[in-house]
């Protein structure tokens, strides 16, 4: 008798334990994707950072007025010698909507796809370019959002 109520406790708590760990599961509904480039040195190209998100969810655009309320999205790109930034980061295929929360116009970028373009020179040969990108994602159907923050690093082979 005491075996058999130790393991039906036993089978419980690793049931419990199961169900814990699948409501504790992290969000992850974006990922990205960076362009690979080739240039040489003196060339300026255009680093693409591209956004994939699962359905329903968005992020908002990096030219969001951050005086409205969701903070923009931010992508910083660390400085090194072998590469300079030209002009500013560039969002691509935003949306616009008025958004009753925050009580105007929200500029975001959906799961239809989309993303960001940083015009780089390539000052010397092969450089890698680092950063990082802090956003929020969130999803249009229960309104919850997720502030992740990642790190990006793309090579640029010079032939």
Not at 51 to 69: A, F, K, R, T
Not at 106 to 129: A, C, H, M, T, Y
Request: proline share 6%; net charge negative; with cysteine.
């Amino acid at each position: 008798m005491k075996k058999t109520f130790k393991k039906v406790l036993l089978i419980g708590v690793y049931l419990l334990g199961g169900v814990i760990c699948l409501n504790a599961q992290i969000l992850d509904p974006a990922d990205w994707e960076f362009s690979q480039l080739d240039a040489k040195v003196g060339e300026t190209q255009e680093v693409t950072l591209k956004v994939i998100l699962d359905d329903s969810w968005y992020i908002y655009s990096n030219d969001q007025d951050p005086e409205l309320g969701p903070k923009p999205t931010e992508i910083t790109f660390a400085a090194h010698p072998s590469y300079e930034l030209v002009e500013g980061l560039k969002p691509l295929k935003v949306k616009e909507k008025y958004d009753d929360i925050w009580e105007g116009n929200i500029r975001f970028i959906d799961e239809s796809g989309g993303g960001f373009i940083q015009k780089i020179k390539v000052l010397k040969d092969n450089p890698v370019i680092r950063g990082t990108i802090v956003y929020s994602v969130c999803s249009m159907v229960t309104g919850q959002c997720v502030f992740p923050e990642e790190e990006f690093e793309i090579k640029v082979l010079t032939p």
